[in-house]
T-cell receptor, first 114, second 111 residues
Framework: ETGVTQTPRHLVMGMTNKKSLKCEQHLGHNAMYWYKQSAKKPLELMFVYSLEERVENNSVPSRFSPECPNSSHLFLHLHTLQPEDSALYLC?????????????FGSGTRLTVV | DQQVKQNSPSLSVQEGRISILNCDYTNSMFDYFLWYKKYPAEGPTFLISISSIKDKNEDGRFTVFLNKSAKHLSLHIVPSQPGDSAVYFCAAKNRDDKIIFGKGTRLHILP
């Protein structure tokens, strides 16, 4: 385990479903991130939470809704997704002051929208 | 428009030889560069970094070189080992602390 745990590892959902991705870290980090990795594309930052407050939303469609109830947990709520949203969703955490240096990634959730 | 480019999707290198992974960037305001390594079914892990004020950083078998005038950096792995087979992501940090990743290069170490 890397210290950042993501569940589920794989998810297949229909376009009308509602599902949630979960991320958990016990590294004492105070910032958490959602990244999206699509095939043959760079990793894209979606959301940044620092001290449980959203500090960045990179123009992500509203069908993706993040939630950070505390510094150890981060969720990504999904509803009415499109097939092009199929991707690997990676959670990461860090000390916000050292964001770039102390990233720890989870193993990701492989999402398939059918 | 990609700000961090890894133009080689894959690279094959003989075990024991040097692996050189390349990365180009377009934004001269990047102040920190990083390399991440990713195995299948795992998240990326931090490998090595370099500040924009330096031109070389070495850590064991891994060395990162930065050529600011060419906006180019490279990761050298020597000697290459079978466990080095992975996807390597180049990343850059801008002054807003935003990390921009490249698409990655898949490195195959051949026996």
């Amino acid at each position: 385990e890397t210290g950042v745990t993501q569940t589920p590892r794989h998810l297949v959902m229909g376009m009308t479903n509602k599902k949630s991705l979960k991320c958990e870290q016990h590294l004492g980090h105070n910032a958490m991130y959602w990244y999206k990795q699509s095939a043959k594309k760079p990793l894209e930052l979606m959301f940044v939470y620092s001290l449980e407050e959203r500090v960045e939303n990179n123009s992500v469609p509203s069908r993706f809704s993040p939630e950070c109830p505390n510094s150890s947990h981060l969720f990504l709520h999904l509803h009415t997704l499109q097939p092009e949203d199929s991707a690997l969703y990676l959670c990461a955490s860090s000390h916000f002051e050292q964001g770039y240096y102390g990233y720890t990634f989870g193993s990701g959730t492989r999402l398939t929208v059918v | 428009d990609q700000q961090v480019k890894q133009n080689s999707p894959s690279l094959s290198v003989q075990e024991g030889r040097i692996s050189i992974l390349n990365c180009d960037y377009t934004n001269s305001m990047f102040d920190y560069f990083l390399w991440y390594k990713k195995y299948p079914a795992e998240g990326p892990t931090f490998l090595i970094s370099i500040s924009s004020i330096k031109d070389k950083n070495e850590d064991g078998r891994f060395t990162v070189f930065l050529n600011k005038s060419a906006k180019h950096l490279s990761l050298h792995i020597v000697p290459s080992q079978p466990g080095d087979s992975a996807v390597y992501f180049c990343a850059a940090k801008n002054r807003d602390d935003k990390i921009i990743f490249g698409k990655g290069t898949r490195l195959h170490i051949l026996p």
